[in-house]
């Protein structure tokens, strides 16, 4: 038999996980705060408290809002004996305390940072960071695999929610560059459609190609003469994005710390460098 596995909180998110564990042949015990939610579930078991739907599997899954909930839903429960896995998203430092807490309950923590939406889940392009304790994840590596591939980054717990939070930064500042160049064509009436199926899509591919050169630059070092496009070129060019925004009526909110930034970088004398060297200047040391 599978093993069994209980799901806490039937949002959008822990339904999905809850069905992928059930299509797997799991037998699926699911709670959630407000009764009734997901009725499309079948095969299930539906628990009436977290106290009982933490008692009937080994294996427990947490996907709920916010970090607060989690301590709050399994507060007082006696975790002795079992994997709790929490998908909810939350900081490294949230994971880091809240490790410590089920810890101290009995349980064998894991952290989770779910890297995909609920219809993607169970599907081949999914993936979840995991760190927290390593027998656990050894022991459920299999079980985890039926709601998305599972990529273990540390038995620091806070390390799932950093790759997380990294990789969500990353995508908040491609779609803020995206929307930029939407608007800014928008301005003058190019269709959005067009312009994206021909120009912004090929575009950001063929730049995102670049991003294993600037890894290599930072972790062995910049090549000397080697930046093609080097920093005080691309930070007198800049000004030209900011006047062209601002020309076109477009907020320049999204673009102005970059080029704050690229100063910053000629200023401490990178400028014969590639992007490679901004990154170190983004860190404060807090
Ligand atoms: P939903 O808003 O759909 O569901 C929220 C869930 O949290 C519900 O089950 C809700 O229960 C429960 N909940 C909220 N407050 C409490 C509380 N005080 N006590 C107990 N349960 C509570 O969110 P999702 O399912 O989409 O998201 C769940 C987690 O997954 C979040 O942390 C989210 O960031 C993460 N995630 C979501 C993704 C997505 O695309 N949806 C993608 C990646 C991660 P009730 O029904 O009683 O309100």
Redesign the pocket.
């Known amino acids: 038999m599978k093993t069994p596995v209980t799901v806490l909180?039937?949002?959008?998110?822990?339904?999905a996980l809850a069905r992928a564990f059930q299509a797997a042949g799991h037998p699926t015990t699911v709670w959630?705060?407000?009764p009734g939610?997901a009725p499309e579930l079948e095969g299930v078991t539906r628990a009436a408290t977290a106290l009982e739907a933490v008692n009937a599997s080994p294996l427990v899954v947490v996907?709920?809002?916010?970090d607060?909930?989690v301590r709050?839903?399994l507060n007082g429960l006696d975790l002795t004996g079992r994997a709790v896995v929490n998908?909810?998203?939350?900081t490294p430092a949230q994971a880091r305390d809240t490790a410590a807490w089920a810890t101290a309950a009995g349980a064998e923590y894991l952290d989770g940072g779910?890297?995909?939406?609920?219809a993607m889940i169970g599907g081949p392009a999914a993936f979840i960071f995991y760190s927290g304790s390593p027998v656990a994840f050894e022991r459920h590596q299999a079980d985890l695999a039926a709601m998305a591939r599972p990529a273990y980054v540390g038995s620091d717990p806070g390390l799932a929610a950093l790759h997380d939070i990294a990789l969500l930064s990353a995508m908040y500042g491609m779609f803020g560059g995206a929307q930029h160049a939407l608007a800014l064509t928008g301005s003058e009436k190019i269709s959005p459609i067009r312009f994206t199926e021909d120009f912004l899509l090929p575009w950001l591919t063929a730049m995102l190609s670049s991003l294993p050169r600037i890894a290599k630059d930072l972790e062995e070092g910049p090549e000397p003469g080697a930046a093609g496009s080097n920093l005080a070129m691309q930070a007198a060019a800049y000004d030209n994005l900011l006047d062209t925004s601002v020309g076109q009526g477009v907020d320049p909110a999204l673009l102005t710390p970059m080029g704050d930034l690229l100063r910053k970088a000629v200023a401490a004398g990178h400028g014969d460098e590639d992007l490679a060297a901004v990154v170190g200047l983004l860190r404060t040391g807090s």
Do not use: D, E, K
């Open positions: 909180g039937l949002g959008a998110m822990g339904s959630n705060r407000t939610r996907c709920l809002l916010v607060a909930t709050s839903t998908l909810t998203n939350g779910i890297m995909a939406v609920p």
